[in-house]
């Protein structure tokens, strides 16, 4: 990366940090997750930012990928744990940080843990650690507060307009033997359940995140309401993950009907809902840093 992108990631970095600070608030019994999710990504827009994904806004059981579709009725319920992932890109250039929220007196030892598992993981981190052994400090820093690591769910190096460019990061001790390096970008983050949990995420039979890689598309071979949606989408949001909720502004028409064709066919790909196999809540915190020579830099 050179100075130029590394002041964008920086920068990135500061209007997530702030973006987030303002998230906390808007969690309250009976909101619906819609409006948090809109209210974060215009934020970052307001900021000068562009949201690097859509902003998601998970509860409960629900661990990740679960951004509201357009006329989402969910409300935040009595005693919810809410994540809230956020992501903010500058020309490219990638951070990804996330809050979690308990409104239970009891959940809110999750959040805790998965706070203190992070801030362990960041001050192990520097040019040359083992990325397995990061996952164990993870790991034990939760275990030892008697909780249990979401295993199947890993941080990830970022690279350039790639939000999961590279090696993943474990949040359970691994045999990885490969090491951070020095000026890499990785997004740091622990989930973590009760001990009685399976400790895993399954898939639901819902997705609400796509991303479409256009050199994987047969363009050419397209409906021309496929050409056209598949054009808007790769000049919108350059490879990036998005929400069909971003798609409103093509005067495409039943754009949402084109656009479920082109993931039924597998020409988009689809992230699907992931939930805790138990079904038992989950807290997630989430953070991007920048590797150094002598440890790192926490950029959200
Ligand atoms: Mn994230
Ligand atoms: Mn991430």
Redesign the pocket.
């Known amino acids: 990366m050179n100075e130029e992108g590394l002041d964008l990631l920086i920068q990135a970095g500061r209007i997530a940090a702030r973006v987030k600070e303002r998230a906390y608030s808007l969690v309250k019994e009976g909101v619906r997750l819609i409006e948090i999710c809109e209210a974060v990504e215009t934020m970052i827009e307001s900021e000068g930012g562009r949201p690097a994904f859509p902003c998601n806004v998970c509860v409960d059981e629900v661990a990740a990928h679960y951004s509201p579709l357009p006329n989402d009725q969910s409300t935040v319920p009595p005693n919810a744990l809410v994540k809230i992932d956020l992501g903010v890109h500058l020309d490219g250039y990638i951070v990804?940080t996330a809050i979690s929220v308990s409104l239970s007196k009891e959940k809110q030892s999750l959040v805790s843990t998965a706070e203190e598992a992070l801030r362990a993981a960041v001050k192990f981190i520097r040019a040359g650690t083992r990325i397995g052994e990061i996952g164990a400090v993870i790991q034990s820093t939760i275990q030892k507060a008697g909780f249990k690591p979401i295993r199947n769910l890993t941080?990830?190096e970022i690279s350039r307009y790639n939000l999961h460019g590279g090696a993943s990061i474990p949040n359970v001790a691994i045999p990885d033997p490969r090491r951070v390096a020095k000026g890499a970008v990785y997004?740091i983050?622990p989930f973590v359940s009760f001990a009685n949990a399976a400790g895993s995420v399954v898939n639901a039979d819902l997705s609400t995140i796509f991303m479409l890689d256009i050199k994987k598309v047969p363009v050419a071979k397209l409906k021309p309401d496929e050409k056209a949606l598949v054009e808007y989408i790769a000049e919108n949001f350059k490879g990036l993950p998005y929400s069909p909720r971003w798609l409103r502004g093509s005067k495409i028409p039943e754009i949402l009907s084109v656009h479920e064709r082109l993931v039924k066919t597998g020409r988009i790909h689809k992230y699907p809902v992931l939930v805790e196999k138990t079904r038992q809540p989950v807290a997630q915190a989430?953070c991007t840093v920048y590797v150094e020579e002598d440890g790192c830099k926490v950029l959200t």
Do not use: I, V
């Open positions: 990804d941080g990830h997004a983050e989430e």
